[in-house]
């Protein structure tokens, strides 16, 4: 059986669903993971035969029309279906609406057996903008950039202790990969529309070597670089520098400027 949707949303009396190619294969809507937001007993038998009593009336936006439906047992096993009852009905609602794997649809709760269902965003609409986080160490920016909408797809940092604490702040993340950034490949990364790089500060910091971007550890900056220049066409159209203030002093700023003309050179126009 296909996996159940996905719920990315559920505020008080709504719940929102995503559907899956399954889904329209099937002419199903899946509620996996999701029954408590019907009544206990709205669970029918394998097959259905008359009306039991204990099923939901669900409307149909924008097809004028309210069903009676439930959620069917397993015939084998005898526990809920992942799915409403009334395949008909819902493959009727998918094409009135022209739902496409990726839409949301929203249930909406309006009393114990009443419920509306009704067409959401789009894939189009729903997709979040992508970031790979470079240098990441703990996840501070991931955690700015999710508040704001983004999903980071892909990370990396070379200290294993760092990427230790990522993992325990994002248990069951597998997109970390621990090493030296002049040891990625291009096919390693996801196609972006950002990439942030809060690079090692270690030879830029007053309180540091200062060495600036030739030094052992904040040279990793033109790992950055050189991962650009593999992903060709790939580039992201966005790149966010982060560092110390010793960035724009070292050397009379001039370490900035490298950095600045290197990204001018690749495409990019920057600003401080």
């Known amino acids: 059986m296909d996996s159940p949707a996905v719920a990315s949303a559920e505020v008080a009396q709504k719940l929102i669903l995503q559907v899956t190619a399954g889904n329209l294969r099937q002419n199903h809507l899946y509620i996996g993971g999701h029954l408590d937001f019907f009544p206990a007993d709205a669970v029918g038998p394998a097959r259905r035969s008359g009306v039991n009593g204990h099923g939901i009336e669900i409307t149909l936006s924008g097809l004028d029309r309210t ?65 790979a986080e470079f240098f990441a160490g703990i996840g501070l920016v991931r955690l700015a950039l999710e508040r704001q909408g983004w999903d980071v797809i892909f990370a990396n940092d070379i200290d294993e202790d760092k990427a230790q604490m990522y993992r325990d702040n994002w248990p069951g993340d597998n997109h970390l990969v621990v090493g030296d950034i002049h040891n990625l490949q291009p096919s390693d990364i996801p196609d972006c529309e950002l990439f942030t790089a809060s690079f090692p500060c270690n030879d830029l910091s007053i309180a540091g070597r200062w060495e600036g971007l030739s030094g052992k550890e904040s040279s990793a900056f033109w790992g950055l670089i050189d991962l650009l220049d593999g992903l060709k066409s790939r580039k992201p159209p966005l790149i966010l520098l982060e560092n110390v203030v010793g960035f724009l002093l070292r050397n009379e700023g001039s370490d900035f400027e490298k950095a600045l003309l290197a990204l001018n050179k690749r495409g990019y126009n920057v600003a401080a």
């Open 67 to 131: 069903i009676y439906t439930d959620i069917p047992r397993d015939a084998k096993t005898g526990k809920p279906r992942q799915f409403l009852r009334d395949r008909q009905s819902i493959r009727q609602f998918y094409r009135h609406h022209q739902i496409v794997e990726g839409s949301e649809v929203l249930i909406e709760r309006l009393a114990e057996r009443k419920y509306v269902l009704s067409a959401g965003k789009s894939p189009a609409e729903t997709k979040k903008p992508r970031a």
